[in-house]
C-alpha cells in the first residue's frame, strides 16, 4: 500500500526535488573529487592530522554532551510538569542560526567580551583584557560549548517530537510509584524507547557538529582549524589549484562522517544495553535533588549565555569604538541605525526572499503529498526519512558536486539554483510538521462535509486548511529561519554572487572582522525571531474562541 | 503492617470539589473498594495518594502510613505500589526485565534473575523471562505488572481498575491472585472499580465517592 503511496505524483515529486540534486551532488563530488594527486596534497598539508583530529574531537563531544544534556532536560521537565515551558525556552534559541550564535559566542567568550566586562574590574581587577585564548581556542572548547548550547535546543525539539510515540507520562508515573526517582525513571524507562525514534536527528547533530563552518568560523580552532574550516578556506581562495585540493577534502570529510556515524551507532547500541542492564539492577536514588539542582543551573547557565550572546551581537552592531571594561558602548560612539541599514538592506531584501519564497514553495509541495500520505504512518515516516537523507551527509561534499552540475548547466548563481538548495534542508523540517499536523486531522469532518454534499477541494479549503492553519504558521516560520540560517548552500549554488545575511556574515567572521558581522549576524537573529513571534501571536489569535480547533 | 490512613482528603478541579472530605482507613491485609461514577475522581484519588496528581486538580488532606505522614514525601519515596488500568510494561525491557525493574536493589545479577524467574513461575508464566512483553495476553501482561509491583515491596498495593481490560475468564483469575497476595503480605489494599464483580469478590469494606453538596 505504502509502496504505491510513494509513487503517486505529489509524494514522487517532493522526494525528487530532494534527492535528485543530492544523489547528483554526490556523485558529481566522487567523480570530480576522486584524483589521487589532489588527494595526496590534501594528506600532505601540514597540521592536517589536527584539522582532522579537532573536527572529530569537537563534533563528537559536543554531539555527546548535547544528548545527555537534552535528556536531562526533557526528564526533568517531564516530571516537573513544565514541558510546554521547556520547548518555549528552547525555541528562540533553536530559531537562531549557528552563524549568529557563533558570532555572538564570541563576543560575549572573548577576552575584551561581555562576560569579563561583566566581571570586570570589580572582580577580576582587570583595566585591560588579558591575553587569553578562551574563542578560538586550540582545544576546541569555545567551539563545543557553541554547539552544545544549539544542539541540545534541537535534541530536546526532537525528544519531544519522539515522546508524543510513547505513553511517557504513564510511564514516568509507574516508574516512581516503583519508587524510582525522575530521573532514574527516565533513563531507565524512557531513554531507551525513545532512543530509535531520534536516531536520525543524532546523527544528523553528529554530521553537522563534524563538518559544520558556521560555529567554526568564529568560535573554532585557528592554526589549525577544523578540517571543514580548512576546506572552506580552499574553497574560497582565488587559486584555483586550490580547488581540486578542497574537492578531494571534501570526500574525506565524507568518509570520517560516515565512519563517526557507524561508530556512534555502536555507542549507543552500547548505550541502551548499559541503560538497560540498569533499569534490571533495581538501584534507586530517592534523593536526586542535588543531582537535579546541579543540571537544573548547568542548562540556566547555558541559556543564559545563549541569551547574552543575542544581546552582544545587538551592542557590537551599534557599537563604536568601545573601551575594555565599560559595559555598555558610550552613546557618543553609536552606529545610527541608519548605517547598518544602508549596510545590509540590500543583503536584507535578497535573505527575505529567499525564506520566504523556501517557505511557500516548501508549503507547496509538502502539503499535497502530506494530503496522500495522511492515512499511512508508514508511508510518512518512509517520506520522512528520505527527505533527512541529505541531513546527514556533509554539506559540503554534495553541495560543491551541486554546484558543479550548475555550472554546466550554467545555472549557477541564479536565484531559482540556491532556493533550490535551501529547500532541500527545509523540506525535512517542513515534512516533521505538516505531515503528522494533516494526518491527526479526524477524517470524520471531511466524510461530514463530503455526505453534506460539498466537493473535495471545496472540503479541503474550508475545512482542511483551517485546521491545519496553526501548524503552517509554525512551518512558515521554521522554513524562514531555515533558510535565513543557511551559509554554505547559498555559497555553493549561489556561486558566491548571490549575497545574504548568511554569506556576508561568514565572511566578515572569516576575516575576524566581528563587527560587521553583527551587523549581519542581527539580521540573523532578528529574521527568525521575528518570523516565530508572528507565527505564535498569529496562531493565538486565530480560532481564539474555539478550543477544539488543534493547536 | 501499618495501615494506610486518608484523613479529610478533597480534591478539586478549578475550585469544585469532586467529592466530600474523605476519611478512610485501609487496614493491612484487606481489600478496600472504593466505588462512585466515572468522573467522580477515583482514578485522581489514587494519583493523590501515590503524588503523581496532575498540577490542574488540587488537593487537601493527609495521607498517612501508620504514623508517618506520606503527604510531603515525593511518589518515589512513598512505597505504594500502584497498578494501572494498562499494564504498562516497559516496551524495550523483556518480561523478565520488567519484573527486575520493580525488584528491590540487593543480590547478585544471576541471583535476581533466578528470583524474577521464580516469581513468573509463581503465577503461572513459567520460562516466558526472555519475551517481548507486547506478544503475551492481556491476562499475562497483567500478571507482570502485579509482580513488578509486589517485587518493589510496597506498604500498601492501590488498584485502578487494574481488572477492567481483561476478559471474565482472565479477570476472575488475575483477581484472585491480586487479592491473595495482598492478603498474604498484609498490604492495606484499596480497589477503585465501577464494577460490582470486583467488590463482591474483595468482600472488604466499600467506600462511595459522593459528589459533595
Given at each position: ?76 521537565a517531564a516530571s516537573g510538569n513544565w514541558r510546554r515551558r521547556l520547548n518555549s525556552l ?73 515522546l508524543a510515540?510513547?505513553p511517557a507520562e504513564k510511564?514516568q508515573a509507574?516508574?516512581a510509584t516503583?519508587?524510582?526517582?525522575p ?259 479526524d ?27 496553526r ?65 505564535f501571536t498569529?496562531g493565538a489569535a486565530l480560532f481564539r474562541q474555539r478550543r477544539g480547533v488543534p493547536r | ?5 486518608l484523613e479529610q482528603v478533597t480534591l478539586r478541579i478549578s475550585d469544585s470539589a469532586l467529592f466530600a472530605p474523605l476519611n478512610l ?9 472504593v466505588v462512585g461514577p466515572s468522573g467522580s475522581g477515583k482514578s485522581s484519588l489514587l494519583k493523590f495518594l501515590c503524588g503523581i496528581l496532575p498540577p490542574d486538580i488540587d488537593a487537601a488532606g493527609k495521607v ?6 506520606l503527604s510531603a514525601l515525593p511518589p518515589?519515596?512513598r512505597?505504594l505500589?500502584l497498578?494501572f488500568q ?72 492501590l488498584?485502578d481498575e ?28 484499596l480497589?477503585v472499580t465501577h ?12 467506600v462511595e465517592l459522593q459528589a459533595s453538596a
Open positions: 500500500m505504502h509502496r504505491s503511496l510513494l509513487t503517486r505524483p505529489t509524494v514522487s515529486l517532493l522526494l525528487g526535488v530532494s534527492i535528485v540534486p543530492t544523489t547528483a551532488g554526490l556523485i558529481a563530488a566522487l567523480w570530480f573529487g576522486l584524483d589521487a594527486g589532489a588527494l595526496a596534497r590534501v594528506i600532505a598539508t601540514p597540521g592536517i592530522g589536527l584539522s582532522i583530529g579537532s573536527s572529530l574531537w569537537t563534533g563528537c563531544i559536543a554531539t555527546a554532551v548535547a544528548l545527555l544534556l537534552a535528556h536531562l532536560a526533557v526528564g526533568l528552547v525555541l528562540p534559541l533553536l530559531a537562531m542560526p549557528h552563524l549568529a550564535i557563533g558570532i555572538g559566542l564570541a563576543l560575549v567568550l572573548a577576552p575584551s567580551g561581555v562576560l569579563l566586562r561583566l566581571l570586570s574590574p570589580w572582580a577580576t581587577g582587570f583595566e585591560l583584557p588579558p591575553d587569553w585564548l578562551i574563542v578560538n581556542d586550540t582545544g576546541g572548547i569555545s567551539l563545543i560549548a557553541g554547539l552544545v548550547l544549539k544542539e541540545t535546543c534541537f535534541l530536546v525539539i526532537a525528544l519531544a517530537a519522539a510515540q510513547v510511564l509507574q516508574s516503583l519508587g524510582y526517582g530521573l532514574k525513571g527516565w533513563l531507565a524507562a524512557i531513554a531507551p524507547a525513545l532512543q530509535q525514534q531520534i536516531r536520525l536527528p543524532l546523527a544528523a547533530v553528529l554530521v553537522f557538529g563534524i563538518t559544520n563552518v558556521e560555529m567554526a568560523i568564529p568560535l573554532g580552532p585557528g592554526l589549525p582549524p577544523t578540517f571543514s574550516v580548512l576546506l572552506w578556506r580552499w574553497f574560497t581562495d582565488p587559486d584555483p589549484a586550490i580547488h581540486a585540493q578542497a574537492y578531494a577534502g571534501t570526500l574525506v570529510l565524507l568518509v570520517f562522517s560516515v565512519a563517526a556515524i557507524a561508530v556512534a551507532g555502536g555507542l549507543g547500541r552500547l548505550g541502551r544495553k548499559c541503560l538497560i542492564a540498569s533499569a534490571q539492577s533495581g538501584q534507586r536514588r530517592a534523593a536526586e535533588t542535588a543531582v537535579r539542582r546541579a543540571f537544573g543551573g548547568f542548562l540556566i547557565v547555558g541559556w543564559a549565555l545563549g541569551a547574552l550572546s543575542i544581546i552582544a551581537i545587538g551592542l557590537r552592531a551599534i557599537a563604536g569604538p568601545w573601551r575594555f571594561p565599560t559595559l555598555l558602548p558610550t552613546s557618543r560612539s553609536f552606529t545610527t541605525l541608519q548605517d547598518i541599514a544602508s549596510l545590509t538592506a540590500g543583503v536584507g531584501a535578497t535573505t527575505l526572499a529567499l525564506a520566504g519564497a523556501t517557505a511557500l514553495v516548501g508549503i507547496a509541495l509538502v502539503l499535497p503529498a502530506a494530503e496522500h500520505c495522511r492515512q499511512s504512518v508508514t508511508a510518512r515516516r518512509q517520506v520522512g526519512a528520505w527527505l533527512f537523507l541529505p541531513l546527514l551527509v556533509p554539506q559540503m561534499t554534495f553541495l560543491f558536486g551541486v554546484q558543479v552540475l550548475l555550472v554546466r548547466l550554467d545555472i549557477d548563481g541564479t536565484f531559482v539554483a540556491v532556493l533550490w538548495s535551501h529547500l532541500i534542508f527545509a523540506l525535512p523540517y517542513l515534512w516533521g510538521i505538516l505531515a503528522p499536523a494533516r494526518a491527526a486531522i477524517p470524520r469532518y471531511e466524510q461530514v462535509a463530503a455526505t453534506l454534499g460539498v466537493t473535495r477541494s471545496v472540503t479541503w479549503l474550508t475545512v482542511t486548511a483551517p485546521l491545519l492553519a501548524s503552517m504558521l509554525l512551518a512558515l516560520a521554521l522554513a524562514f529561519s531555515v533558510s535565513v540560517a543557511l551559509y554554505l548552500p547559498t555559497l555553493f549554488a549561489g556561486a558566491g554572487r548571490v549575497a545574504t545575511a548568511a554569506t556576508e556574515a561568514a565572511a566578515a567572521a572569516g576575516s575576524g572582522n566581528l563587527r560587521l558581522a553583527a551587523a549581519h549576524a542581527i539580521l540573523l537573529a532578528v529574521i527568525p525571531l521575528a518570523a516565530f513571534a508572528a507565527a498569529g | 503492617m501499618n495501615a494506610l490512613v482507613r485501609v487496614e493491612p491485609g484487606a481489600v478496600t473498594s498517612r502510613m501508620g504514623e508517618e505522614d518515589q519515596s512505597r505500589g497498578l494498562d499494564p504498562l510494561l516497559f516496551p524495550h525491557l523483556d518480561v523478565a526485565g520488567n519484573v527486575l525493574f520493580g525488584m528491590r536493589a540487593g543480590g547478585a545479577r544471576r541471583e535476581r534473575q533466578q528470583r524474577a524467574a521464580d516469581a513468573l513461575t509463581s503465577v503461572g508464566l513459567e520460562g516466558l523471562g526472555r519475551r517481548d512483553p507486547a506478544t503475551l495476553s492481556g491476562g499475562q501482561q497483567a500478571r507482570v505488572a502485579l509482580l513488578r509491583v509486589l517485587l518493589a515491596e510496597p506498604r500498601a498495593l488498584l487494574p481488572f477492567r481490560s481483561l476478559d471474565d475468564d482472565n479477570r476472575e483469575r488475575v483477581r484472585e491472585l491480586v487479592f491473595a497476595q495482598a492478603r498474604r503480605r498484609g498490604l492495606p489494599t480497589l464494577d460490582q464483580s470486583d467488590v463482591d469478590a474483595a468482600g472488604g469494606p466499600v
